[in-house]
């Protein structure tokens, strides 16, 4: 018997879905779009943001590619879900860390 796979199209689908409620959860007014490049350095917030510059930003970015590579590549359906939970509880920490950087500028 095979093993349950979840569909490609599903996975995409969840992945910008989730993406899309993390930005707009962030910044719902919509004032800081122009920074959406900057997000990802959210999950950098509780890290002392002066020591790190680009290698910080860089160290975030590679998380989160890290993180769907797995996602993507996951072939069972309990590891996709565990990756999946993964991305949401990294979201999670990038939208509390981001609000905490604005409201503090």
Do not use: D, E
């Amino acid at each position: 018997m095979a093993a349950k796979r979840i569909p490609l199209k599903y996975k995409i689908i969840a992945y910008i879905v989730t993406w899309l409620v993390a930005l707009f959860a962030t910044n719902p007014n919509g004032r800081y779009w122009p920074l959406v490049y900057m997000f990802p350095i959210g999950l950098a917030a509780f890290a002392n943001q002066h020591s790190g510059g680009r290698g910080l930003f860089a160290a975030c970015i590679g998380i989160y590619l890290a993180q769907a590579y797995f996602y993507f590549r996951s072939r069972k359906v309990w590891s996709t879900l565990v990756l999946f939970g993964g991305q949401v509880a990294l979201l999670i920490c990038n939208v509390s860390g981001c609000r905490a950087m604005l409201n503090t500028h």
